[in-house]
């Protein structure tokens, strides 16, 4: 579709490649978004302090507690089990500290933990298709902590994604929204307690996740016999990283990888991430550096390594991702209802975020986050509630 001669045709192409590649594994592909006609103003620097940096080793804290618990939850133990590297796996040496992160719980508290600080966003590749600015630069910072949860309902879902749950799914929703603005409250006003909890919060919502996206399957025999379809050479696939062939994805986003499940095209749904990922670690060796125009079997290395880093940052990076499009869109379309306010958007810091829009409206990689299957959402919310301490 990279070739098109005609300009119409590869317009086109584009927004269809990034719509069906932002929706994640084993979802039918999205209805694309309507180029915006302008990009808003930058916005002011942020006035809210998010407070005292976690400590640096916290997240392992979190990991212990979560992991195992979600795991439980499963009735497996794909969390916290140790891993070996079984490849070069560049991308899993590139870590602040000296611990292991030899299991993927602790990779998804790291990453977590991350991106409890502003982090860049990176989507301005994608900005013109939604209402955001093409130079990244110009982004009003987001986190996992920078903005609230919306609170949502039947009205305000229906009108950012198409199948919406019923009212039990939604009441588990909004008490996870809850307990996150509470949480995120109190961390404003220097509560280091709650913002470890607010860690545990958000590490159980990627871990339950992990689960939805990959993990129950990652060993299965069709996983194996698609990673050697398209394993590079001296690759082999390691423990618990799925390989999955989607047939309801067009030929160049049908090969999903790893525990969030992305696409091995750098140009792809991965490149935001690869360019943040790049700006996190150009103080440490060139081997961290991924590659922006990388050929498939490179990428099939980088998100199907070992240890799964960076796969698990993507995985975080992601929510960043349409966090970043809802606070900077000048489109009522791609931000939630409660930040319109008489016709008029809110600025930028004070509006609030969330994981329900469907692909095409916010770039939303996860179909758990936008009930694709019109039960996923449900499960994915259960596990996040039933799987607690």
């Known amino acids: 579709?990279?070739?098109?001669?005609?300009?119409?045709?590869?317009?086109?192409?584009?927004?269809?490649?990034?719509?069906?590649?932002?929706?994640?594994?084993?979802?039918?592909?999205?209805?694309?978004?309507?180029?915006?006609?302008?990009a808003p103003i930058p916005s002011p620097a942020p006035t809210i302090d998010l407070g005292e940096d976690l400590d640096p080793e916290a997240y392992l804290d979190t990991s212990a507690i979560v992991g195992p618990a979600v795991d439980l939850y499963h009735n497996n133990k794909e969390l916290s089990e140790a891993r070996s590297s079984v490849n070069q796996d560049n991308v899993d040496k590139c870590f602040i500290d000296n611990q292991p992160h030899d299991i993927f719980s602790d990779q998804i508290s790291y990453y977590t933990a991350l991106m409890f600080k502003d982090i860049p966003a990176m989507v301005g590749g994608i900005g013109?298709?939604?209402?955001?600015?093409?130079?990244?630069?110009?982004?009003?910072?987001?986190?996992?902590?920078?903005?609230?949860?919306?609170?949502?309902?039947?009205?305000?879902l229906s009108k950012t994604m198409r199948n919406v749950p019923g009212q039990s799914t939604i009441d588990k929703l909004n008490r996870f929204g809850n307990k996150v603005n509470t949480l995120r409250a109190q961390v404003i006003n220097g509560d280091m307690t709650a913002k470890i909890e607010l860690l545990h919060t958000w590490g159980r919502f990627f871990?339950?996740?992990?689960?939805?996206?990959?993990?129950?399957?990652?060993?299965?025999?069709?996983?194996?016999?698609?990673?050697q379809k398209y394993a590079p050479a001296g690759y082999r696939k390691p423990a618990a990283v799925e390989f999955y062939e989607d047939p309801a994805q067009p030929a160049e986003s049908k090969l999903n990888i790893g525990m969030f499940q992305f696409t091995p095209t750098?140009?792809?749904?991965?490149?935001?991430?690869?360019?943040?990922?790049?700006?996190?670690?150009?103080?440490q060796n060139a081997s961290c550096q991924v590659s922006k125009s990388g050929n498939q079997g490179e990428m099939i290395k980088v998100l199907g390594s070992s240890l799964q880093s960076f796969n698990a940052f993507c995985g975080v990076h992601k929510l960043i991702q349409t966090f970043s499009i809802q606070v900077n869109t000048s489109k009522t379309s791609a931000t939630h209802p409660s930040n319109i306010v008489n016709g008029k958007l809110l600025s930028a810091e004070n509006r609030?975020?969330?994981?329900?829009?469907?692909?095409?409206?916010?770039?939303?990689?996860?179909g758990p986050f936008q009930n694709s299957t019109g039960s996923n959402m449900d499960k994915f919310f259960s596990c996040i509630e039933k799987s607690q301490n």
């Open 352 to 366: 609030c975020v969330s994981p329900h829009f469907a692909a095409g409206k916010a770039y939303n990689h996860f």
């Open 1 to 38: 579709m990279k070739t098109l001669i005609l300009l119409e045709i590869l317009f086109v192409s584009l927004i269809q490649v990034q719509a069906a590649n932002a929706m994640g594994s084993k979802r039918p592909a999205p209805v694309p978004p309507v180029p915006s006609e302008r």
């Open 207 to 227: 871990s339950c996740l992990g689960y939805t996206e990959s993990l129950s399957s990652a060993d299965s025999s069709n996983s194996i016999r698609v990673a």
């Open 266 to 283: 750098a140009t792809g749904n991965i490149s935001p991430c690869i360019k943040a990922w790049n700006a996190l670690h150009k103080s």
């Open 128 to 156: 013109s298709y939604y209402g955001t600015s093409e130079n990244d630069n110009s982004y009003f910072p987001t986190s996992l902590i920078r903005h609230p949860l919306c609170s949502v309902t039947s009205s305000t």
